[in-house]
Every structure is written in structure tokens, then in C-alpha cells.
């Protein structure tokens, strides 16, 4: 042992020195945000490792739910540390025990708490398909219709097996949209007529005083149980049930719908007055030869009790090739009753006092052999069951007598005529497991907005994408026979439409681990992902303009291809000797100025305002061109000369309103800002259409301190600013307005300022009253 320990320790020398040169967690992060081929190799070697841990704890036993989370990075080493120490405990015990120092435990069953949620190995067991060792393997095909050919003929027959009346005209396959998703039409049944013609049989009226069945003990649930799984137990069993004596069979089924398509009975448990049976149904012989059962679930002299037997009836069919004729379903018993519950648990401890443990309905029914706490469920649904209805026969004949007893077999009837079909994808998306209910369960506002969408709005892309891989989870989930959810749940569903995948690395990282490891799947999901993609996109091509010219949208310019009325921007010429053109108040860019109706010449660029090779459409060009039009007339007023015209000389046009909104007629001739009026701040405002937006021109200033001068004992000289000379000597009209003229309000003084203002706080005299 010493000699292999130390081998071991060599070989694992080289890998422990390797494993301490790894960079840490951060700078994995870090490379793996600059190098997508970092993180690819990351994530394969993530999957080999994974891998080789799941073939090293394949024999560890309980040890394995400890080992799920080792890869986890944070707590990787603590778990492999607390992992191994257990191991070498349990080999330190096995060694005794096989040594003879140490008494061999026995070996307990796992408990199941009394509370809480079930342990994994009763909801996710690792254990083969049972459906692959069955002789009549499941038909998933969607374009292959389910058929069973009842191999024992159609015992208690009113009609010959096929028979169809010629008024139903309907199709060979028609369907109908139940309570749970699409049956066949009732009229399929293959024992229709039966169910409708029977007569409800004389024993369902004779209710003598109930008795309560012994009850069942937990630590012994098979006690006086019998448990079919071979066919001659089935054959003892058919013919228990064929006596005369047996008027009434409790029946329930345990399904079993996670690692299967189309779903699997795992069980069906029946009760007689005289006692209990369980039939394992996976079982092959069993499940070929169950059909021998119709002789007694179709007796027309016999009921069968079952409780929400919408499903069961289904299962029955498809599965077992059972039908039943004379039904009494205590579901509808208890709605006929106005019950507050309608549950068969309700029921049970209504009527009997006992508490039934709802949680094993999602246990996997798969197990064999069955735990004790599963087993005492199973038999427990039908044990008290033949009691509940008697006690509800009893409570219906005094709430409305013989009527409410034949109400309840009238409403059955609707159930036991249920006929099972195979259904194919829904393309409309509008089922129980529809695409497009999912997308409306799932997809947040968007999914809210698509539904508030007009008829005839097309799919938009995250619709087109969830549809086809809803389509291709179907298509997957029925070549491997497995729930569509297990091959891909719906919320990565949801979350790969809306974030398509179209490479294999972006796959790699929003995909499970259980996908992942199929290459040829990941390869398929990206091009199933990428050809909609593609698709989506061709049907927008005819809508969408050619994308070849981008313009900075900062200067008014539009972002397209060639479209009608857009053409080649103008060439500015004469930039300083441009004539200024025909003004017009209505620009949609500078409110308050004068903008040109004209276009400048073009003849090649010589001006800034110009792009290269840029498309721009024709208003948005004239635009640009009153824009710069205008800046020259300014230009020209600010220093002092007007720009040459050419011709004859025009009216001068008027750069600002008269008549603001907010202010009266400036008089420009006679008013001189003082240096603190000229830095307040001028608004002005022009009458425009309501529609028009407001543009504000705000003369900004540093504040500072102004130099401290002495004060000077003789009153200053006003400064006649009448017969100043001015540097801008040119002749100009006494009604133009400048741009740089004040407002009225910044032209009149404002007067001394009260002197309690430092007292009251108000330095700024931000709350000075104005005086009116």
C-alpha cells in the first residue's frame, strides 16, 4: 500500500507544480474579456473536467449530490478536500469491516422527511429508459398518427370494433380542444356507443350503511397487498375482478411524463371490497396483456371509481389499451355536492380522517423497487377510495336523491368518452405548450406589446426565432424520447431568443451543460438560429433603404441610402462677396432670424459647411445654405459695411421681431447699456407658429471682482454717447435691430438698492421686490 501511495504521489507531483503556476480568478476575467479564444479553451477545459469527475464519482453513492457543486471555482478546493476526507473514512471502515475488526451495519433505507421538499434521488433518479426494453417501443413521429390495435377484440361490444355512424360526417382524425390540450373527437372511442347506451346499473342506487376499510400501516404498507408483475398474477387478477360479487373497482394511475415524450404509466393501483392490487405496468408481458382487463372495465353491471379522471382515461388508452364504460368520477361528485375543495385529498380526509401526502405526485414513479413511503402512497389513493363513494352516493341521495346520483354518471359520461391522440406541433403557438403561450407567459413587454399588436402585424424577430427553436426542441425531444423541457427549458428558450446565439462560442456560454456536450446538437442550434436570422433579415430587404452613405447627424444631415428627393449637396461659392438673399421668418433651426428662401450657386467647396460626397436631402440643404447666408448679412452689419448686392438695393430685413412677446418696441438710437446691464441675459422671443420651438440666446460673463478704485470727490462727466465716433462708421438704419442691442428691460436703470437687504439676508437680492 505504501509502495502505491507513493507512486501516486509521484504522479501527482508534475500536476500539483502546474496547478500553482495558474493564474488566479481576476486575471482568468481579465484575459477572458480581451480574448474570446481564452475563454473557449476555458470552457472546454471546464467540460473535460467535469466530465472526468462525473466518471470518478459514478460509484461514490450519497457521496455524489456533495460532488455536484465542485465546480463551482469558489468552492472547489474545500469540496474536494471534505470530499476525499469522507472517502478515506469510509475506506478505513470498509477495511475493518472486511477485516473482521469492525461489525458490518446494516444498511439503512434512505428516510424521507416529513416536511420539505423530496430528496433528489426520489425526483431525479439516475436510471435507465424502462420504454427502451418494451416490445412496442413509443411512435414520437408527428406525421404518424397514434393507432392501437386492441389484440383481445372488444369484449361487452354494442358495435362492431371501427363502426361509425355515417350522420357524424367527420374526418379520420378529427380532434377537439379539451380541458388540458387537443383530444380526438369523443366519436373515435372506440367504445362510444357503449358509454352512451349503458344504463347506469341497479347497484349505484342501493346504498346501504358505508364501512370504513381497515387502515393502512406505514412501516408495513405491502401488508395483504398484492403486487402484479408477471402475467399470471395478471390473469388471477383479471379474474377477480370478472366475479359476479365485484359491482365496483376503485382505479388510479401514478404517470410518469420527465424522461419521456409522450408520457409513461408507471403504475395502476385497483381496489375491490375484498382487496388490494398494484400492477406494475412496466413491465413488459403486463403492459402487452393488460387489454384483458376490458372484460371487467367495460362490464356494463360494474363501476368504476376513479377520482379527476380526465388524464387517467387518456393514459389508459394509450399505454394499456383500456377503456371504461360505466364511470363515476367523485371529481364531479364533489361539484355536484358544491364541495370547497374537489380534491381527492380533500376527500380522503373529509370522509376518513387521512391526510394524504400530496408531494409524491412529482416523485418518479420510475423506482423499482418503490421506497415504503412511495408505496404506502400509492396504495392509500384506492384503499379508502370504494369508502368515499359510498359516502358521497350517501350525501347525493340526501341533497337531491336518485336525480344527483344520475347526474354525476351523466357528467362522467363526457370524461369516459375522451379519446386520445398523438398532437403534432403546434405551429400556431395558441396550446397549453404553445410557443406563443410561452412567449406571452415569459416574454415580458415585449411579448405584452406583440399581443396588443393589430391583427396581420408580422412576427417580429424574437417571435420568428422562439417559434423555430420551439420547433426544432420538439423535434430533438421526440427523436431521444424526452420531455421537450428537459431537452431545453423554457426559460433558456426564452432567454437564446431573445439573445440569438449565432456562433458556436456565444452557444457554448447560454446553453446548459447537459447540451453542450452533444456537439452535433450545438452545431444544429446555431444554424437553426442563424438560417431564421438570415430569413428574418430577407424580408426586411425590400422595406429597408441602402445603408451605403453614414453623415454625421450632429449637422442636420440624414443616415440612408438613395431615396426620392434627396440629392447631391450644393457647393458653396463667393463665401464673403455671397448676395444676400430673399429672407423669410420660418427656419427650423435658428427661431428669431432671418432665413433665406433662396439657394446659393454651386459651383465647387470652398466653404466648411460643405461634405464631401455626402447625400443630403434638398431642405436640409437649403437650410444650410440660409444659415450661412445669413451669417454673412450679420457679419457684414458687425463691421461696419453691407455686402454687395448687385443691383439694385433691397429694403433691409429686420433680424428680430418688433413686438416680443415679453417686452415693448426697443429703442435702439438712444439707449447705451451701462457694462452691468450689458452682461444680463437677453431673451428674445418672435411670433411663429405654436408649433415652433423657443431658442433662447444667452450672453454669458465671468464673474470677478471689479479693481478697487477711490472714489472721486467731483461728480464724473456724463459721457455723450449721442456724438461719440464710433470704430463701426457705417450708415445703417435707425429701425435695425442688432444683434448685440439690449432689451428695454436692460436698457432702464434700476435705482439703489434698499439698504436692509444684507440684513435680511438677501446679498443677492434674488427676493427684491419690484417696484411697479
Given at each position: 500500500?505504501?509502495?502505491?501511495?507513493?507512486?501516486?504521489?509521484?504522479?501527482?507531483?508534475?500536476?500539483?507544480?502546474t496547478?500553482?503556476?495558474?493564474?488566479?480568478?481576476t486575471?482568468?476575467?481579465?484575459?477572458?474579456?480581451?480574448?474570446?479564444?481564452?475563454?473557449?479553451?476555458?470552457?472546454?477545459?471546464?467540460?473535460?473536467?467535469?466530465?472526468v469527475?462525473s466518471?470518478?464519482?459514478?460509484?461514490?453513492?450519497?457521496?455524489?449530490q456533495?460532488?455536484?457543486?465542485?465546480?463551482?471555482?469558489?468552492?472547489?478546493?474545500a469540496?474536494?478536500?471534505?470530499?476525499?476526507?469522507r472517502l478515506?473514512e469510509?475506506?478505513?471502515?470498509?477495511?475493518?469491516e472486511?477485516a473482521?475488526?469492525?461489525?458490518?451495519?446494516?444498511?439503512?433505507?434512505?428516510?424521507?422527511?416529513?416536511?420539505?421538499?423530496?430528496?433528489?434521488s426520489?425526483?431525479?433518479?439516475?436510471?435507465?429508459?424502462?420504454?427502451?426494453?418494451?416490445?412496442?417501443r413509443?411512435?414520437?413521429?408527428a406525421?404518424?398518427p397514434?393507432?392501437?390495435?386492441?389484440r383481445?377484440?372488444?369484449?361487452?361490444?354494442?358495435v362492431?370494433?371501427?363502426?361509425?355512424?355515417?350522420?357524424?360526417?367527420?374526418?379520420?382524425?378529427?380532434?377537439?380542444?379539451?380541458?388540458?390540450?387537443?383530444e380526438?373527437?369523443?366519436?373515435?372511442?372506440?367504445?362510444?356507443?357503449?358509454?352512451?347506451?349503458?344504463?347506469?346499473?341497479?347497484?349505484?342506487?342501493?346504498?346501504?350503511?358505508?364501512?370504513?376499510?381497515?387502515?393502512?400501516?406505514?412501516?408495513?404498507?405491502?401488508?395483504?397487498?398484492?403486487w402484479?408483475?408477471?402475467?399470471?398474477?395478471?390473469?388471477?387478477?383479471?379474474?377477480?375482478?370478472?366475479?359476479?360479487?365485484?359491482?365496483?373497482?376503485?382505479?388510479?394511475?401514478?404517470?410518469?411524463?420527465?424522461?419521456?415524450?409522450?408520457g409513461?404509466?408507471?403504475?395502476?393501483?385497483?381496489?375491490?371490497?375484498w382487496?388490494?392490487w398494484?400492477?406494475?405496468?412496466?413491465?413488459d408481458?403486463?403492459?402487452?396483456h393488460?387489454?384483458m382487463?376490458?372484460?371487467?372495465?367495460?362490464?356494463?353491471?360494474?363501476?368504476?371509481?376513479?377520482?379527476?379522471?380526465?388524464?387517467?382515461?387518456?393514459?389508459?388508452q394509450?399505454d394499456?389499451?383500456?377503456?371504461?364504460?360505466?364511470?363515476?368520477?367523485?371529481f364531479?361528485?364533489?361539484r355536484?355536492?358544491?364541495?370547497?375543495?374537489?380534491?381527492?385529498?380533500?376527500?380522503?380526509?373529509?370522509?376518513?380522517?387521512?391526510?394524504?401526502?400530496?408531494?409524491f405526485?412529482?416523485?418518479?414513479?420510475?423506482?423499482?423497487?418503490?421506497?415504503r413511503?412511495?408505496?404506502?402512497?400509492?396504495?392509500?389513493?384506492?384503499?379508502?377510495?370504494?369508502?368515499?363513494?359510498?359516502?358521497?352516493?350517501?350525501?347525493?341521495?340526501?341533497h337531491?336523491?336518485?336525480?344527483?346520483?344520475?347526474?354525476?354518471?351523466?357528467?362522467s359520461?363526457?370524461?369516459?368518452?375522451?379519446?386520445?391522440?398523438?398532437?403534432?406541433?403546434?405551429?400556431?403557438?395558441?396550446?397549453?405548450?404553445g410557443?406563443?403561450?410561452?412567449?406571452?407567459?415569459?416574454?415580458?413587454?415585449?411579448?405584452?406589446?406583440a399581443?396588443?399588436?393589430?391583427?396581420?402585424?408580422?412576427?417580429?424577430?424574437e417571435?420568428?426565432?422562439?417559434?423555430?427553436?420551439?420547433?426544432?426542441?420538439?423535434?430533438?425531444?421526440?427523436?431521444d424520447?424526452?420531455?421537450?423541457?428537459?431537452v431545453?427549458?423554457?426559460?433558456?428558450?426564452i432567454?437564446?431568443?431573445?439573445?440569438?446565439?449565432?456562433?458556436?462560442?456565444?452557444?457554448?456560454?447560454?446553453?446548459?451543460?447537459?447540451?453542450?456536450k452533444s456537439?452535433?446538437?450545438?452545431?444544429?442550434?446555431?444554424?437553426?438560429?442563424?438560417?431564421?436570422?438570415?430569413?428574418?433579415?430577407?424580408?426586411?430587404?425590400?422595406?429597408?433603404?441602402?445603408?451605403?452613405v453614414?453623415?454625421?447627424?450632429?449637422?442636420?444631415?440624414?443616415?440612408?441610402?438613395?431615396?426620392e428627393?434627396?440629392?447631391?449637396?450644393g457647393?458653396?461659392?463667393?463665401?464673403?462677396?455671397?448676395?444676400?438673399?430673399?429672407?423669410r421668418?420660418?427656419?427650423?433651426?435658428?427661431?428669431?432670424l432671418r432665413?433665406?428662401?433662396?439657394a446659393?450657386?454651386?459651383?465647387?467647396?470652398?466653404?466648411?459647411?460643405?461634405?464631401?460626397?455626402?447625400?443630403?436631402?434638398s431642405?436640409v440643404?437649403?437650410?444650410?445654405?440660409?444659415?450661412?447666408?445669413?451669417?454673412?448679412?450679420?457679419?457684414g452689419?458687425?463691421?461696419?459695411?453691407?455686402?454687395?448686392r448687385?443691383?439694385?438695393?433691397e429694403?433691409?430685413?429686420?433680424l428680430?421681431?418688433?413686438k416680443?412677446?415679453d417686452?415693448?418696441?426697443?429703442?435702439?438710437?438712444?439707449?447705451?447699456?451701462?457694462?452691468?446691464?450689458?452682461?444680463?441675459?437677453?431673451?428674445?422671443?418672435?411670433?411663429?407658429?405654436?408649433?415652433?420651438?423657443?431658442?433662447?440666446?444667452?450672453?454669458?460673463?465671468?464673474?470677478?471682482r471689479?479693481?478697487?478704485?477711490k472714489?472721486?470727490l467731483?461728480a464724473?462727466?456724463?459721457?455723450?454717447?449721442?456724438?461719440?465716433?464710433?470704430?463701426?462708421?457705417?450708415?445703417?438704419?435707425?429701425?435695425?435691430?442688432?444683434?448685440?442691442?439690449?432689451?428695454?428691460?436692460?436698457?432702464?436703470?434700476?435705482g439703489?438698492r434698499?439698504?436692509?437687504?444684507?440684513?435680511?439676508?438677501q446679498?443677492?437680492?434674488?427676493f427684491?421686490?419690484?417696484?411697479?
Amino acid at each position: 500500500m505504501e509502495k502505491r501511495l507513493s507512486e501516486v504521489s509521484e504522479v501527482l507531483e508534475p500536476a500539483t507544480r502546474t496547478a500553482g503556476l495558474l493564474p488566479t480568478s481576476t486575471d482568468l476575467d481579465f484575459y477572458c474579456s480581451i480574448d474570446p479564444g481564452v475563454k473557449q479553451a476555458l470552457d472546454g477545459v471546464s467540460s473535460d473536467l467535469d466530465d472526468v469527475l462525473s466518471t470518478m464519482t459514478a460509484w461514490m453513492g450519497s457521496e455524489r449530490q456533495s460532488m455536484d457543486s465542485m465546480m463551482d471555482a469558489a468552492s472547489f478546493s474545500a469540496q474536494a478536500g471534505e470530499t476525499i476526507d469522507r472517502l478515506l473514512e469510509r475506506t478505513d471502515v470498509y477495511l475493518d469491516e472486511y477485516a473482521g475488526r469492525r461489525p458490518i451495519a446494516p444498511k439503512d433505507e434512505p428516510v424521507v422527511p416529513s416536511t420539505g421538499k423530496l430528496p433528489k434521488s426520489l425526483l431525479f433518479p439516475k436510471i435507465p429508459k424502462p420504454q427502451d426494453a418494451f416490445s412496442r417501443r413509443p411512435d414520437n413521429r408527428a406525421c404518424a398518427p397514434w393507432t392501437r390495435q386492441l389484440r383481445f377484440g372488444k369484449p361487452n361490444a354494442r358495435v362492431p370494433l371501427g363502426w361509425r355512424d355515417p350522420a357524424w360526417d367527420m374526418p379520420e382524425h378529427a380532434t377537439v380542444e379539451g380541458q388540458y390540450g387537443t383530444e380526438g373527437d369523443a366519436r373515435l372511442n372506440a367504445y362510444y356507443v357503449e358509454i352512451q347506451q349503458t344504463a347506469i346499473p341497479a347497484s349505484a342506487y342501493r346504498i346501504d350503511e358505508p364501512r370504513a376499510p381497515e387502515p393502512l400501516d406505514l412501516d408495513e404498507p405491502d401488508a395483504s397487498l398484492a403486487w402484479v408483475d408477471s402475467l399470471d398474477k395478471l390473469h388471477a387478477l383479471a379474474a377477480h375482478l370478472e366475479e359476479a360479487r365485484v359491482t365496483e373497482i376503485a382505479i388510479d394511475l401514478e404517470h410518469h411524463s420527465h424522461r419521456t415524450y409522450l408520457g409513461l404509466v408507471c403504475l395502476m393501483q385497483i381496489s375491490t371490497r375484498w382487496g388490494d392490487w398494484i400492477v406494475d405496468t412496466l413491465v413488459d408481458e403486463v403492459r402487452e396483456h393488460a387489454e384483458m382487463l376490458n372484460a371487467s372495465f367495460t362490464h356494463p353491471d360494474k363501476v368504476l371509481v376513479l377520482h379527476g379522471a380526465d388524464h387517467d382515461i387518456l393514459w389508459l388508452q394509450r399505454d394499456l389499451g383500456l377503456f371504461v364504460t360505466n364511470l363515476f368520477d367523485t371529481f364531479q361528485a364533489a361539484r355536484v355536492l358544491q364541495f370547497g375543495s374537489l380534491s381527492l385529498a380533500y376527500l380522503l380526509l373529509r370522509y376518513t380522517g387521512f391526510e394524504a401526502d400530496k408531494r409524491f405526485q412529482t416523485a418518479d414513479w420510475r423506482i423499482r423497487p418503490l421506497p415504503r413511503e412511495m408505496l404506502f402512497y400509492a396504495r392509500s389513493d384506492t384503499h379508502s377510495l370504494l369508502y368515499v363513494y359510498d359516502c358521497l352516493r350517501l350525501d347525493l341521495e340526501r341533497h337531491a336523491g336518485h336525480g344527483a346520483i344520475t347526474d354525476v354518471f351523466e357528467r362522467s359520461k363526457a370524461t369516459a368518452s375522451k379519446t386520445y391522440i398523438k398532437v403534432p406541433w403546434d405551429a400556431q403557438g395558441d396550446s397549453r405548450s404553445g410557443w406563443r403561450t410561452l412567449w406571452l407567459r415569459l416574454g415580458g413587454d415585449l411579448a405584452r406589446a406583440a399581443q396588443d399588436a393589430p391583427p396581420g402585424t408580422p412576427l417580429s424577430r424574437e417571435e420568428r426565432i422562439l417559434r423555430r427553436l420551439h420547433q426544432w426542441r420538439d423535434e430533438k425531444a421526440r427523436e431521444d424520447d424526452e420531455r421537450p423541457a428537459f431537452v431545453l427549458s423554457d426559460e433558456v428558450l426564452i432567454s437564446l431568443a431573445l439573445r440569438p446565439p449565432l456562433t458556436l462560442p456565444e452557444a457554448h456560454t447560454r446553453t446548459p451543460m447537459r447540451l453542450r456536450k452533444s456537439v452535433q446538437r450545438m452545431h444544429e442550434l446555431v444554424d437553426v438560429v442563424k438560417a431564421e436570422w438570415e430569413a428574418y433579415q430577407a424580408g426586411l430587404q425590400p422595406s429597408m433603404p441602402r445603408m451605403d452613405v453614414t453623415v454625421d447627424e450632429d449637422l442636420g444631415e440624414r443616415c440612408g441610402g438613395d431615396e426620392e428627393g434627396w440629392t447631391e449637396a450644393g457647393v458653396q461659392v463667393g463665401v464673403w462677396d455671397a448676395k444676400a438673399p430673399q429672407s423669410r421668418a420660418d427656419a427650423q433651426l435658428f427661431r428669431g432670424l432671418r432665413v433665406s428662401s433662396q439657394a446659393a450657386p454651386s459651383t465647387k467647396r470652398k466653404s466648411l459647411f460643405e461634405m464631401p460626397s455626402a447625400r443630403t436631402s434638398s431642405h436640409v440643404a437649403a437650410t444650410l445654405r440660409r444659415i450661412q447666408s445669413e451669417f454673412v448679412h450679420q457679419l457684414g452689419s458687425l463691421v461696419g459695411r453691407e455686402p454687395e448686392r448687385g443691383g439694385e438695393p433691397e429694403e433691409p430685413e429686420k433680424l428680430v421681431d418688433e413686438k416680443p412677446f415679453d417686452a415693448k418696441p426697443v429703442e435702439l438710437e438712444n439707449a447705451a447699456p451701462t457694462p452691468s446691464e450689458a452682461r444680463e441675459t437677453t431673451v428674445v422671443k418672435h411670433d411663429r407658429d405654436k408649433d415652433d420651438d423657443d431658442i433662447v440666446r444667452v450672453s454669458k460673463h465671468i464673474k470677478g471682482r471689479a479693481p478697487k478704485t477711490k472714489k472721486s470727490l467731483a461728480a464724473p462727466e456724463p459721457f455723450d454717447f449721442a456724438h461719440a465716433t464710433s470704430v463701426l462708421d457705417a450708415p445703417r438704419s435707425g429701425s435695425e435691430a442688432s444683434l448685440l442691442a439690449p432689451t428695454k428691460a436692460a436698457a432702464e436703470p434700476r435705482g439703489a438698492r434698499p439698504k436692509n437687504l444684507k440684513r435680511s439676508g438677501q446679498r443677492s437680492g434674488t427676493f427684491a421686490r419690484r417696484n411697479k
